[in-house]
């Protein structure tokens, strides 16, 4: 791995703290989605059938969700953890430069816009 970036330091400073940003964001949010996956009480006489089926959809919907927050926090973790070897910013397919305009959007991205599939 090169030891200099594409990137300016106040570039890599600006997309760190973003990914520090969306890290902290994605945590918040993941408590939210633990509380909608804690197991449903079978013994709920106050909740009716209805609202137990939206209970379950809501599960499904959030265990999905959830799929999506493991991802994007492993992504987020990953970037964050290639700025110390200088690595960030580097495709991890091609090796090429990410381009600023492209990780502005995408700070997590792992790969330039040409590997993306
Ligand atoms: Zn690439």
Redesign the pocket.
Known sequence: MTSSSHLSRDQLDELQAELERQLRRLQKSMKVTDQALRPVELDQSAVGRLSRMDTLQNQSLSRGLREREVVQLSQIREALARFPDAAYGE?T????P?RFERLFVFPEAP??A??VT
């Open positions: 495709c397919v091609c090796g090429g990410i790969e330039c040409g590997c």
